[in-house]
């Protein structure tokens, strides 16, 4: 049996989502065994959280009123990249090919759902007032996203931009043999000449 002390970190730590009681357990033994300037730094840290805000722009996480890619001005102004979370964000950024703008909507629609609690007349405000040319439309390649994708693709078409999707396919070292349909057929269309 654990000290108190150890079964709340554990317990904290495991309503983490992703994070299961061994994992927690774990974790806590790990700090345990760091000494006190990492533990200090670590929770410093930890408190510093409720420090950052929502960019008022594109409703990324932030440390002021706007995030660092809304205040970047060596980024192209005239296009959006529409994801559902932060977190994706962190991932387009590290292929180092999109240099634009994003918007976050913070989820996708749900079945019945009317969409009320995205950020979409933001989206559409954004893109009239900054006089946007193209719109990345980046939900994730699942029914709800597919889904929040077409309804974007309905509202913005009135607006005259440039719609696009995320190509979709075989990622690389994928065997054919164990490719599902979808896959395939995505693969097939969004096929590039060599």
């Known amino acids: 049996m654990y000290p108190k002390a150890f079964q709340k970190l554990i317990k904290n730590l495991a309503s983490l989502p992703s994070v299961g009681p061994k994992m927690a357990e774990r974790l806590v033994l790990f700090l345990f065994k760091q000494d006190m300037e990492k533990i200090r ?18 409703f990324n996480i932030a440390e002021g009123e706007l995030c660092e890619y809304c205040k970047d001005s060596k980024r192209d102004q005239h296009s959006i990249c529409v994801v559902e979370e932060p977190l994706d964000i962190i991932s387009l950024e590290r292929t180092k090919v999109f240099n634009g703008l994003y918007h976050v909507l913070g989820g996708v629609l749900q079945v019945g ?3 009320a609690d995205l950020k979409i007349p933001e989206l559409l405000s954004r893109i009239e007032k900054e006089k946007i040319t193209e719109v990345i439309l980046a939900t994730n390649p699942t029914t709800e996203g597919d889904t929040t994708a077409l309804y974007l693709k309905r509202k ?7 719609i696009t999707r995320l190509g979709r396919g075989l990622s690389t070292g994928a065997d054919l043999e164990y490719a599902d349909e979808i ?3 995505e693969a097939l269309k969004n096929r590039k000449e060599l």
């Open 41 to 58: 730094d670590f929770a410093e840290n930890l408190l510093e959280i409720k420090n950052m805000r929502i960019c008022h722009r594109c």
């Open 113 to 115: 759902d009317t969409g």
């Open 156 to 162: 913005l078409q009135p607006l005259g931009v440039k």
């Open 183 to 185: 896959t395939l057929s």
